[in-house]
């Protein structure tokens, strides 16, 4: 997969192009992706990803902005797994969210990329506030001689699968769900930062967890989860909250991983869980001995699902 941030002097060799964010490339996204890349294959062209960053909502609503699923590079590592031939990541400003589809259209996707066909899903808008919708760019691309097809939207019981969809599951504590719309376990990956050692005291060393701001953490509660830490991957589980037996941190829940059978030091390296599924919801606990109780009963339901 070839790269850029500029759709200037790039020598694509028949576009066939789609457009979005793509946040978590889920199952639907990779379906897109798929009649994208078969097509292109078809057709002698090229496989192109135009998207953004920062994310859209970012820029046009920094106060209520979502977390996402993917950073940046995680979206390009996933985008390159799809094998499209070119991901173009544009800066994304409030001056570019004011181009009209119709300007955006002609100097963007014909006069600079030369789009051959483009790839619309079921419910994509392109241009200032969304305007450009399927009737408006299909009459476009008759007018200016690219081809254009929609997609039908892939659902799960009947219901679109969509980035805000699992991050709803995600919240709820809903992984199996989440994870089956994302078709792989939802991945939150960051650097391994110095606890108070409360783990170690009640036998269940943590790494504690310091994502990408960026990222989306699921709810409060207990998870069974996979680890890649040290290019080696652990069984393991993990708590997000607010440890309210502890000292009630309100201001910024502790996402604290304990790893079966690993034993060293993980600080300041980077760790990857994988959540598989939610074995409980966080609740105080009368004392620590009550905590260490609760937490030995935590790993044999966690060996019991791995069945290790």
């Known amino acids: 997969m070839q790269t850029s941030n500029s759709i200037e002097n790039l020598n694509i060799s028949k576009p066939v192009v789609t457009i979005g964010s793509f946040d978590g490339v889920h199952r639907g996204h990779r379906e897109v992706l798929r009649q994208l890349t078969d097509y292109a294959r078809q057709t002698s062209g090229s496989s192109v990803v135009l998207t953004f960053w920062p994310h859209p909502s970012a820029v046009l609503n920094p106060n209520s902005k979502p977390a996402l699923l993917s950073t940046i590079d995680e979206k390009s590592q996933l985008l390159a797994e799809t094998g499209i031939d070119w991901l173009i990541t544009l800066p994304f400003t409030k001056e570019f969210s004011q181009m009209e589809y119709d300007r955006f259209v002609t100097d963007c996707l014909v006069e600079k990329l030369h789009i051959d066909t483009l790839f619309v899903g079921y419910d994509n808008k392109v241009g200032r506030n969304g305007r450009g919708q399927y009737a408006e760019v299909e009459a476009l691309s008759r007018q200016l001689g690219f081809k254009i097809k929609q997609l039908s939207m892939l659902a799960s019981d009947a219901a679109p699968i969509s980035s805000t969809a699992i991050r709803n599951l995600l919240s709820d504590g809903r992984v199996v769900e989440a994870n089956q719309l994302l078709g792989r376990p939802y991945c939150l990956a960051g650097k391994v930062v110095s606890g108070n050692h409360i783990g170690t005291t009640l036998g269940f060393p943590t790494a504690n967890i310091e994502p990408d701001p960026c990222k989306f953490v699921p709810g409060n509660g207990a998870y069974a989860i996979r680890a890649i830490a040290?290019?080696?991957?652990?069984?393991?589980?993990?708590?997000?909250?607010?440890?309210?037996?502890?000292?009630?941190?309100?201001?910024?829940?502790?996402?604290?991983?304990?790893?079966?059978?690993?034993?060293?030091?993980?600080?300041?390296?980077?760790?990857?869980?994988?959540?598989?599924?939610?074995?409980?919801?966080?609740?105080?606990?009368?004392?620590?001995?009550e905590l260490r109780a609760q937490l030995y009963a935590d790993r044999q339901t966690v060996q019991n699902w791995f069945a290790v």
């Open 230 to 289: 040290n290019n080696q991957e652990y069984y393991g589980m993990l708590n997000i909250g607010n440890r309210p037996t502890i000292n009630n941190n309100t201001e910024q829940p502790t996402i604290e991983a304990h790893l079966f059978n690993f034993s060293g030091n993980l600080y300041g390296q980077t760790v990857s869980v994988y959540f598989i599924e939610k074995i409980r919801n966080e609740r105080q606990f009368a004392s620590l001995d």
